[in-house]
């Protein structure tokens, strides 16, 4: 029950914050510094969160078979390839680098 209430409580904080973000006068957002601000505030949150989903596991670094799918992954992105195509490569480098190691 405390689970809901959490999951509750955090997509009303989300939405709150989304139609506050409706609310703020445009003369505020219309500087360039705010949304260069909020275009790296993205980056460092992406990698933030992969480095805490790709390199830990139980609060510990650890070096499996992600490391090298996500290094599969940059490339193809870097090569243009689609998103989708890229997620499915990584994933199945992943599953047979676990298969045989």
Do not use: C
Not at 2 to 7: A, D, E, M, Y
Not at 27 to 38: F, P, S, W
Not at 82 to 96: G, Q
């Amino acid at each position: 029950m405390s689970v809901l209430i959490g999951i509750l409580f955090a997509s009303a904080a989300v939405f709150s914050w989304k139609i506050i973000g409706y609310l703020i006068p445009e003369r505020y957002l219309d500087h360039g510094r705010v949304k260069n601000i909020a275009t790296l505030l993205t980056i460092a949150l992406l990698a933030a969160l992969v480095g805490v989903q790709g390199f830990t596991t139980s609060s510990q670094v650890v070096f499996d078979a992600r490391i090298p799918a996500l290094i599969f992954a940059a490339v193809l992105l870097k090569l243009r390839a689609p998103f989708i195509v890229t997620v499915a490569a990584a994933a199945a480098l992943a599953a047979v680098i676990r298969f045989f190691f």
